[in-house]
């Protein structure tokens, strides 16, 4: 019998499904996994009690803590009961808004571009913007080609797999080598790449990657889901902070959940670009709309940033102070631009054992194993809100050093 036959021998199920071998390779792969320490498991959020939580979370991405800001829940509370729980059908049919195009033309504003696009995630952004921005080899009579920093984030990284393009991916933030792959390809070429790279914390020279691409007149698309909010002019984002932003030949995208509190992604750029994804970014056509209560959330959170540029300033801050405390103890930690703070950790296993001291000490900590990490390397994530208080972060701080500490791991770089 062939090793995915049913056995007609095979005892039901629950369901009523009959035993199959069709998936035992699962097990092998599960198998595999357990021994390089690199099985994930899901691990819901304790639910929300009154007063202050037993755990200080420095693993989510509420930046400017926003999520649970009043107006912010206030807004998505009431924009639920008058259009309801879903947006109902996709952006081109019934999934679109006034509170879409409120939002879209408040970010378009605030980041200083022509236009926008509000999409259901910064995943499908990027999808969209990386799929639907290298030129068809039909219209240009070449393939386009996708110039891609090796450290970009996944939802680029399949950007470019799923394009009809060219694909050259470059060493990490290295405007010579993105030159040198457009050089063959003028007029042609699309850079991508994020602001803030999300393993490390580090930002992606822009302004000479722009150079190169106005070089060899391509195009740059910069995913600044980590710049929004945190970065430049009251967190206008790393883009507006280069001098790029509006540029008739940059395009950038962002997330809604991150430093906005809610949930969705963003494409920002020229008019045109804008016009062109609403006829053919699949992630678009075919999704459904992003939920009123998110479009609600996103928007009441940018008139708070508005309001209160300072938050930028402060999570950058809190972001510097835990690098400070953390390298300053013998921890490995490139010195972050924006709120991703990442320690080195010797190994898989070690990562994960030192996130559940953290855990067990009382500080909600990331960890970042292969394959989210490219170079084998594994790390713990700690990310910088600007509602952490002076002696939270020396707190949270004193646990990741103290659980090094105990385990061994202070001198392994
Ligand atoms: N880009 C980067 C750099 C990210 O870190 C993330 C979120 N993990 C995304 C895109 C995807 O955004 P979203 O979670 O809204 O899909």
Redesign the pocket.
């Known amino acids: 019998m062939p090793h995915n036959a049913v056995s007609p021998s095979s005892p039901a199920t629950r369901t009523g499904a009959t035993r199959s071998t069709t998936f035992d390779w699962l097990d092998e792969q599960h198998r595999l996994r357990r021994e390089a320490g690199l099985v994930r498991t899901l691990r819901p959020r304790p639910e929300p009690g009154a007063g202050e939580p037993a755990v200080l979370d420095l693993a989510g991405?509420d930046y400017l803590g926003l999520s649970r800001h009043p107006e912010v829940t206030r807004a998505a509370a009431d924009a639920a009961h008058r259009w309801g729980a879903g947006s109902t059908g996709s952006r081109l049919v019934s999934g679109s808004t006034a509170l879409h195009t409120r939002l879209e033309e408040a970010l378009a504003e605030f980041c200083g571009f022509e236009a926008a696009l509000v999409f259901s995630?910064?995943?499908?952004?990027?999808l969209a913007a990386v799929t639907a921005l290298a030129p068809p080899p039909e219209l240009s009579g070449a393939r386009g080609l996708l110039v891609s920093d090796e450290g970009n984030?996944a939802?680029?990284i399949d950007g470019c797999r799923l394009a009809r393009a060219g694909r050259a991916v470059v060493p990490h933030a290295d405007p010579e080598a993105a030159g040198k792959a457009l050089a063959a390809h003028p007029g042609r070429g699309l850079v991508v790449t994020?602001s803030?790279?999300?393993v490390d914390g580090d930002a992606a020279p822009l302004a000479a990657l722009a150079r190169q691409c106005r070089r060899h007149g391509a195009g740059l698309l910069v995913?600044d889901?980590?710049g929004l909010g945190v970065l430049g002019d009251g967190g206008r984002g790393a883009v507006h902070a280069a001098g790029l932003a509006g540029a008739p030949d940059v395009v950038s995208?962002v997330?809604?959940?991150?430093s906005l509190g809610a949930?969705?992604?963003v494409v920002l750029g020229p008019a045109r670009v804008i016009a062109h994804l609403v006829s053919s970014a699949r992630t678009f056509i075919f999704d459904t709309g992003l939920a009123p209560a998110a479009a609600a959330a996103a928007l009441a959170a940018l008139e708070v940033l508005r309001r209160e540029p300072g938050r930028a300033a402060r999570v950058r801050a809190v972001a510097g102070d835990l690098h400070a405390r953390l390298t300053g103890a013998g921890l490995t930690a490139v010195r972050p631009d924006a709120a991703v703070v990442s320690v080195r950790a010797p190994s898989p296993r070690a990562a994960v054992r030192w996130q559940a001291d953290c855990r067990a000490a009382g500080i909600e900590v990331g960890c970042f194993r292969p394959p989210s990490v490219p170079d084998g390397v594994s790390r713990l994530r700690l990310t910088a809100r600007a509602d952490l208080t002076d002696a939270q972060v020396e707190r949270a701080a004193g646990t990741v050093v103290g659980t090094a500490a105990a385990e061994g791991f202070l001198n392994s770089r």
């Open positions: 991405n995630s910064g995943y499908a952004a990027n984030h939802s680029l994020d803030v790279f999300s995913d889901a980590h995208t997330t809604l959940s991150k949930q969705g992604g």
